[in-house]
Nanobody
Framework: QVHLVESGGGLVQAGGPLRLSCAAS????????MGWYRQAPGKRRELVAT???????TYADSVKGRFTISRDNAKNTGYLEMNSLKPEDTAVYYC??????????????????WGQGTQVTVSA
């Protein structure tokens, strides 16, 4: 009964900005670390950025300086602001969140959630 839903993907020209959102819903008690991953056609999934519950961030070298990960704890939502986009950024972007949620039996348990992905296409 807990879900992550990504939104904000689309088609953008190289050099442009885009902001992705990751909204958590359901019986979530808390959200610990969050992260964004991406998978380009024919390539393996790549970690893009992470953010802890305290706001500490990490970035892949390929996006450092261009992307910014953030979160709004009151809204149970994470964001990825993407700037200076390049064609090689084209991928399906997935949100991940480590949460404490209420399980099927009504107990508080840790869980790792994944969204369904949102397509980002950067045209040259």
């Amino acid at each position: 009964q807990v879900h992550l839903v990504e939104s904000g993907g689309g088609l953008v020209q190289a050099g442009g900005p885009l902001r992705l959102s990751c909204a958590a819903s359901g019986s979530i008690i808390s959200i610990d670390a969050m992260g964004w991953y991406r998978q380009a056609p024919g390539k393996r999934r790549e970690l893009v950025a992470t953010i802890t519950s305290g706001g500490s961030t990490t970035y892949a070298d390929s996006v450092k300086g261009r992307f910014t990960i953030s979160r709004d704890n009151a809204k149970n939502t994470g964001y990825l602001e993407m700037n200076s986009l390049k064609p090689e950024d084209t991928a399906v972007y997935y949100c991940n969140a480590d949460v404490v949620a209420v399980d099927y039996y009504g107990e508080d348990v840790p869980a790792s959630l994944w969204g369904q992905g949102t397509q980002v296409t950067v045209s040259a």
